[in-house]
């Protein structure tokens, strides 16, 4: 079945530690790709996307992306996390031909950061 | 206040009992999901509605059914049919077509403990 695979269940790194969340998805054709963060006791939100263009997407807190179409890979990358940073992190895809914008999830990444 | 409201935040219901999880939005948003979050498990698809008067399933609509009556309102029943319904239940919107409108936004959930 195609799916959207995230590496690492829980990853946990000191304060100011460089940071590479994986995510590799088996959809062939046109994607668009998705980080997600969901912060203790918050709402899912929105790190960054991909839709086209240049495949390395800035997001907000920091947090960047490297679309990389020959690997079908999506992998997030910070280089110095903070304590806040603290989250479970979800990798999403809509697939080609995805109706109503569906989107896939992976099963996602925790991140603890250590002070 | 603009956003996406669930309620409640907590529910507890007896086994074989049907319970209705609300979902409202006041963005203006077409589009609306229902997922299920379950620990290493991600998110799930469960129904999602395009229009008001019209949804379709998702990846695990079994035992789970919707109405969209209103453009504002989304709400999921789950049945005494669902299996496990103990899980975190999270509602998102979406803008509507077009491009760069992929985006979906997502509720604080509802955790649903059957008893």
């Known amino acids: 079945a195609q799916s959207v695979s995230q590496h690492n269940h829980h990853v946990i790194l000191s304060e100011a530690a460089s940071l590479e969340l994986g995510c590799n998805y088996s959809?062939?054709?046109?994607?668009?790709l998705f980080w997600y963060v969901q912060y203790p006791g918050q709402h899912l939100q929105l790190l960054l996307k991909?839709?086209?263009?240049?495949?390395l997407v800035k997001g907000i807190k920091g947090f960047e992306a490297e679309f990389i179409k020959s690997k079908f890979s999506f992998n997030l990358r910070k280089p110095s996390v903070q304590w806040s940073d603290t989250a479970e992190y979800f990798c999403?895809?809509?697939?080609?031909?995805?109706?109503?914008?569906?989107?896939?999830f992976g099963k996602g990444t925790k991140l603890s950061v250590i002070p | 206040d603009g956003g996406i409201t669930q309620s409640p935040k907590y529910l507890f219901r007896k086994e074989g009992q049907n319970v209705t999880l609300s979902c409202e939005q006041n963005?203006?948003?077409?589009?609306m999901y229902w997922y299920r979050q379950d620990p290493g498990q991600g998110l799930r698809l469960i129904y999602y509605?395009?229009?008001?008067?019209?949804?379709q399933k998702g990846d695990i609509a079994e035992g789970y059914s919707v109405s969209r009556e209103k453009k504002e309102s989304f709400p999921l029943t789950v049945t005494s049919a669902q299996k496990n319904p103990t899980a975190f239940y999270l509602c998102?919107?979406?803008?509507?077509?077009?491009?760069?409108?992929?985006?979906?936004?997502f509720g604080p959930g509802t955790r649903l403990t059957v008893l």
């Open positions: 999403a895809v809509r697939p080609p031909g995805a109706g109503s914008y569906q989107l896939t």
């Open positions: 991909y839709f086209s263009g240049d495949p």
């Open positions: 998102a919107t979406r803008i509507g077509r077009g491009q760069g409108t992929d985006t979906q936004y």
């Open positions: 509605s395009q229009i008001v008067n019209d949804f």
């Open positions: 963005l203006n948003h077409d589009a």
């Open positions: 959809y062939g054709g046109t994607v668009n």
